[in-house]
């Protein structure tokens, strides 16, 4: 019998796939936007953009385009229906991770690195609320803002984290105070938190992300009818480029994106692919990887205050892995609540790793459910008690890089297999999409038309050849995810 770690090279390896046509139904997406399968009657082809992906990321490329070139014609071709993937099945949190994460940024990219990382996720978050607003989104999207509680279930995490803290906040004294420490009797008595060694409190948000992106594409059909195009069920099933197009009336559109309702041509094509992008990119397998999430919305009917504008949570535990069920706690919960409904949207991975690295959002672990249906109480000191209603749950399927950062740049051509130099990425935003996909897209865009974002886009996140040989590697991402097997 293959060793788990063995296991987990094949998975990370293996074909995404196309997005499953049946996915699960996130409850975000329960009442389905009027542009959900939005298409044109035939497909349009000459487009001096493809943009593959209808989520936030395809979303924000789509949009710096079409506002910045005044002639740009652009298509957003999705698989299913409008923003189905991860933007539409999320948790629905705005909040950094970089706080954790600093200390080993730090580490591997040094501290300048590091603090672009912390304040690029930061502004990408201060941009949100305004593209929130700039679009009179607040209501339907139902965004708060907040504080999020970190919950640190164990000292070693909690001290890690501290450490982390201390750290960001002596190298770059511009982000101090961003991040309040608490200690246990105050998370215990002031926040009602059961279980926890410490916590930290933070600037933060919740939103309704499929409400938001859907309500932006409408407005962008609106201004731009004969410039943007949305093809909705219209999976892309390979992409190729050729240079015997170069006659006169075609040269500008070297590539044909071949789809299930046939082929277009385009000059350019841009992955907004996240999870999936290593089916259309099979250089891609193992430096991006599926990881599927799952998410429940829990309703504790009047056992539970409403703190939905006030407070959003993340528990954060040391990864586990149980040799006898091969069950893996992946180290993290996250939680918000709704401030009209007081329902909670609660998700976290605890599955095998072939249920966890996994493109397949058409199925939710039963295990991964009952989990979360029986910690939740526990967090505010109910156990015992009976799980509260399960309104909904669903499964999505998040992109995973191997060295735990974006990939956003021009794709080279050792990633395409193919000559041209139109072909683009901005994906795996490692679960943190809400704090990086709309400025990373954006920041591809303005690369695609010429601009330095040199700036402002973490270098990190580029997809230069010391990357490729280094973190971004299968072996990397291997060696992470065996790290507690
Ligand atoms: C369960 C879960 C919980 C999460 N919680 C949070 C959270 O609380 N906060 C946070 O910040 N982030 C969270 N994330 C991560 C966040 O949702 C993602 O990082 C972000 O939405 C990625 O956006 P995207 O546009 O890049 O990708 P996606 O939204 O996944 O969009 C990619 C799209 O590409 C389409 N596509 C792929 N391949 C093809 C093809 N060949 N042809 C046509 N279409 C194709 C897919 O159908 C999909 O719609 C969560 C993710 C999941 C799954």
Redesign the pocket.
Known sequence: MASEKELVAKLVMADPG??RPNPTQAYWQHVPHALANAQSASLPTDRDFAV?????????VAKTLLERHPAATVTV????T??????????????ANVGEEYMDLAEVHGPEMAGNVAKFTFRNLEMMRELIEEYDAVETSEMQNLRKLRVFLTEDKFNDFKKSIARLEADHPSLGGLYTILDRESVFKDHGIHGAAGGALLPAG?VW?YRL?TKIFAALMKKYPDRLAIETN????SVEHSDSFATPITSVFPYTVR?SRGPMRAGNVV???????G??LPQLRGRIHP?????TVQDPQKAMPNQGTSVSWGFHYPPRYDPETRICGQGLY?L?QSAKTGYF?F?GEEARMDETISAD?SVVGEHSVAHLRSVLPQFFGRNGAAPWKLVSS??????LSSDGLPLVGRLPSTLTGRTGTGEWI????????????LM??EALALMILGEDVSDWLPDAYGLGEKRLQGTLTPPEAIKALSANL
């Open positions: 196309l997005p593959i992906g209808s989520g936030i990321t395809g979303l924000s071709l999705e698989a299913r409008l923003c189905s993937g991860a933007t539409g099945r999320n948790g629905g949190q705005m909040a919740t992300p992106v219209t999976r892309v099933e789809t992955y907004c692919t996240n999870g999936y992008s089916h259309l990881f599927k999430g799952t998410m996250y918000g949207y998700g959002d669903w499964s999505g399927i998040m992109g901005a994906a795996a935003f490692n679960g943190y999409g809400m704090a990086n996909c990373s897209g």
